[in-house]
């Protein structure tokens, strides 16, 4: 069966400091990822999506960037965390053939 | 630009009572709408579905309506249970995009028990 790990569940980082985040799929290939920021009292949104290795679309610009090394790996990175970039970021997929996205467990990041 | 809007961030309903969830969308070419619940600190899960070709999709306690018309769609739970307390998010898909996720910003339903 199809799962998706997201590490680390827990971050608190100083302002300025980098970031990553990495996402891996197991039991599918080619699948869609994306990476969702939920903030404080807001809903999802939609950061950055990925149809394949190397292919990255983002949805919002800020600091934040993504990449797609392999095909079952997401990472998501900024070089100078702000504090607004403090949130619940969550890793999904969804299979090519299918229209349901999986989601991970999420990272609570918090910069202080 | 939220295209798919949730504008009731919070709702309580006594433990048997009907829920009621709303959520509204601005572009007719969404093809396909998914309702997410989600607890804090996890992912949210799949919750149920409907294309656009259907105007009810039942499973169990959960029916979700579509009003292409109006562009809304509506999940009902009967009866709402104090384990339904959780946010609930609606979304929708763009076709030919790369199946892009549209998420709407979640309300929270609290079921009293």
């Known amino acids: 069966s199809q799962t998706i790990h997201q590490w680390p569940a827990t971050l608190v980082q100083p302002v300025g400091s980098p970031l990553s985040l990495e996402c891996t799929v197991e039991?599918?290939?080619?699948?869609?990822l994306y990476w969702y920021r939920q903030a404080a009292g807001r809903g999802l949104q939609l950061l950055f999506y990925?149809?394949?290795?190397?292919?990255i679309s983002s949805e919002v610009p800020q600091n934040l960037s993504a990449s797609r090394p392999q095909d079952r790996q997401f990472i998501l990175s900024s070089k100078k965390l702000l504090l607004s970039d403090s949130g619940f970021y969550l890793c999904?997929?969804?299979?090519?053939?299918?229209?349901?996205?999986?989601f991970g467990q999420g990272t609570r990041l918090t910069v202080v | 630009d939220q295209q798919v809007k949730q504008n009731s961030p919070s709702l309580s309903v006594q433990e048997g009572r009907i829920s009621i969830l709303n959520c509204d969308y601005t572009?007719?070419?969404?093809?396909?709408f998914l309702w997410y619940k989600k607890y804090p600190a996890e992912g949210p899960t799949f919750l149920i579905s409907?294309?656009?070709?259907?105007d009810k999709n039942e499973d169990g306690r959960f029916t979700v309506f579509l009003n292409k018309s109006a562009k809304h769609l509506s999940l009902h739970i009967v009866p709402s249970q104090p384990g339904d307390s959780a946010v609930y998010f609606c979304?929708?898909?763009?076709?030919?995009?790369?199946?892009?996720?549209?998420f709407g910003t979640g309300t929270s339903l609290t079921v009293i028990p």
């Open positions: 999904a997929w969804v299979d090519r053939a299918a229209t349901e996205a999986f």
């Open positions: 039991g599918t290939s080619n699948p869609n």
């Open positions: 990925s149809v394949g290795i190397g292919q």
């Open positions: 572009n007719s070419m969404f093809d396909y």
């Open positions: 409907i294309s656009s070709i259907k």
């Open positions: 979304a929708a898909i763009l076709p030919y995009t790369g199946n892009q996720f549209y």
